[in-house]
């Protein structure tokens, strides 16, 4: 069974940064199968959107609100996808999921972790 599990979230000023990690686990046939991963986020009373998206071959693209801020990268022979976050906003608060694509297989979702951007 595979499992996404996301970490690093916490509570940070504005201005400042933060670092989410989202582990893959599961078998090496599934583990061979990773495609896109992607980092979304959902704030209270909001629609999840999201945020970045990184492709196999590692190309990212970012939601505009996010350009210049943050970066996706990936991490493969770990498994593992990062969104470093910078200057952070108070309307970056949220829960951020991280979402995992696998070829010839539904996508998996972590539980989440939130981030509070607040003085």
């Known amino acids: 069974q595979v499992q996404v599990v996301e970490s690093g979230g916490g509570l940070v000023q504005p201005g400042r940064s933060l670092r989410l990690s989202c582990a893959v686990y599961g078998n090496r046939f599934q583990l061979d199968r990773i495609k896109a991963m992607d980092w979304h986020r959902q704030a209270p009373g909001s629609q999840r959107e999201l945020v970045a998206r990184?492709?196999?071959?590692?190309?990212?693209n970012y939601v505009d609100s996010v350009k210049g801020r943050f970066t996706i990268s990936r991490e493969n022979a770990k498994n593992t996808v990062y969104l470093q976050m910078n200057s952070l906003k108070p309307e970056d608060t949220a829960v951020y999921y991280c979402k995992v694509e696998f070829s010839g297989s539904v996508p998996y979702w972590g539980r989440g972790t939130q981030v509070t951007v607040s003085s």
């Open positions: 990184i492709s196999s071959g590692g190309s990212p």
